[in-house]
């Protein structure tokens, strides 16, 4: 069956810092691939999406590369901000029209 | 914008009690789900639709049923609510075709005294 891993939490940073969040998938097919945000008290916005090897998914200054060789989508931005605070979940979808979901990870960053 | 509105952001049962959760989506979307969200436990998908009066069980089904009687509403059943079952409910709905993206409304955090 497919399944999403990614790093483990919590991840606390200083603002400004540099981010990695890994994820690596399992999957039958071509799946698409999703960065989901939860902010504290919501539900699960899509942040971005790939959707074939090599696309790169991009915003609010967070990229992500759909890597098919090493089964790999980590999220990555250049200098974060108190308010990227939050819960970032690494997700697969296939034709059948659900989503595996990694277990998130919980972002801090401190001033 | 894809809105998924979920009836209650905090509702407050007890133990025994049937509980219904509602679930509204506004783009004509073919797929929903439910999932509850627990610390350290992820997203678990309790019950999916993708069409009218469709439903298919999930990772977690047991306690649990759902309704679709029309395509934008999907409705989580507590038949008989136990303490086990606090926890945060998250709404989804997505687009049949192709490798969609799900669409989630802001969740129902349900305590069962």
């Known amino acids: 069956g497919n399944s999403v891993t990614q790093m483990e939490g919590p991840v606390t940073l200083s603002e400004e810092a540099f981010l990695t969040i890994n994820c690596t998938y399992t999957a039958t097919g071509y799946p698409s691939l999703f960065w989901y945000v939860q902010y504290p008290g919501e539900g699960l916005q899509l942040l971005l999406k790939a959707t074939k090897a090599d696309d790169k998914g991009s915003n609010k200054g967070f990229e992500a590369t759909y890597r098919k060789e090493t089964t790999s989508f980590h999220l990555e931005k250049g200098s974060v901000q108190v308010s990227d605070s939050a819960v970032y979940f690494c997700?697969?979808?296939?034709?059948?029209?659900?989503?595996?979901f990694g277990d998130g990870t919980t972002l801090t960053v401190k001033p | 914008d894809v809105k998924v509105t979920q009836s209650s952001r905090y509702l407050v049962k007890r133990t025994g009690e049937k509980v219904f959760l509602e679930c509204v989506q506004d783009m004509d979307h073919e797929n929903m789900f439910w999932y509850r969200q627990d610390p350290g436990l992820g997203l678990r998908l309790i019950y999916f639709?993708?069409?009218?009066?469709?439903?298919e069980k999930g990772d977690i089904p047991e306690g649990y049923s759902v309704s679709r009687e029309k395509k934008e509403r999907f409705s989580l059943i507590l038949e008989s609510a136990s303490t086990n079952q606090t926890s945060m409910y998250l709404c989804?709905?997505?687009?049949?075709?192709?490798?969609?993206?799900?669409?989630f409304g802001d969740g129902t955090r349900l305590s069962i005294l």
């Open positions: 639709s993708y069409d009218v009066k469709m439903k």
């Open positions: 997700a697969l979808s296939t034709n059948a029209g659900k989503s595996t």
């Open positions: 989804a709905s997505s687009l049949l075709a192709g490798n969609q993206p799900q669409h």
